[in-house]
């Protein structure tokens, strides 16, 4: 099941402050920031699992954002947040391309056999704290796979292109994880494993 609520990029951004911006504008460069921080912020940390990896990303994202501001063109009538999206997506794909090689286990074993529909997660998913404990047990991929589908909404297609994969992986990890998230969130509190990451950041 994808996101059944809106992606927290789905920003309304003024068309004069997009104008601004493109003239160069200090300060609409300062208010577009603070729009993005937090979605741009949130969904590295959940697919990096690291708080100064996320922060990176953050700076990194809007820093291209801002220079590529004249690319955006919004054809077919495409937002504008979903293009600054892609661009924090592909930002955090490249560090953990990059972590990955240094890494032995980055996904659940792939198996066609286990794509069935994934289900709902439990109650416990609504707690960012809980939920960021039991990403950070999955392996690097899973969990980026995982954060794309369930709320960023993101296809199977669409995953596969972003991971340079098929969507039948992206189906399997999907199914896989998700099963292995709800496990871990329906444990008991007390029997939960506490990876050694640091619980949900406030970032400011």
């Not at 919004?74 to 293009?83: A, E, L, N, T, Y």
């Not at 074993?109 to 960021?132: K, S």
Request: net charge neutral; glycine share 6%; hydrophobic share 45%.
């Amino acid at each position: 099941m994808q996101a059944s609520t809106p992606s927290s990029f789905a920003i309304d951004v003024p068309g004069d402050l997009l104008a601004g911006v493109l003239a160069g504008r200090h300060g609409d460069f300062e208010r577009l920031y603070r729009l993005f921080e937090r979605p741009v912020f949130t969904l590295a940390l959940r697919m990096c699992g690291d708080r100064e990896m996320a922060a990176d990303v953050l700076q990194e994202t809007m820093l291209k954002v801002f220079a590529r501001i004249g690319d955006f063109r919004g054809d077919k009538g495409s937002p504008f947040w979903g293009w600054l999206r892609q661009v924090a997506v592909n930002e955090a794909l490249m560090r953990l391309r990059h972590q990955r090689r240094h890494e032995h286990e980055v996904a659940l074993p792939d198996d066609d056999r286990m794509m069935e529909a994934p289900g709902t997660l439990p109650p416990a998913a609504a707690d960012a704290a809980c939920l960021q404990r039991a990403l950070a047990a999955l392996p690097v991929l899973t969990r980026s796979v995982l954060w794309l589908y369930h709320a960023e909404g993101y296809t199977h297609d669409e995953i596969a292109v972003l991971m340079e994969r098929t969507p039948s992986f992206s189906k399997s990890q999907v199914a896989r994880g998700t099963r292995r998230l709800r496990e871990l969130l329906e444990r008991p509190a007390a029997s939960r494993t506490r990876p050694a990451l640091v619980p949900e950041v406030r970032h400011a």
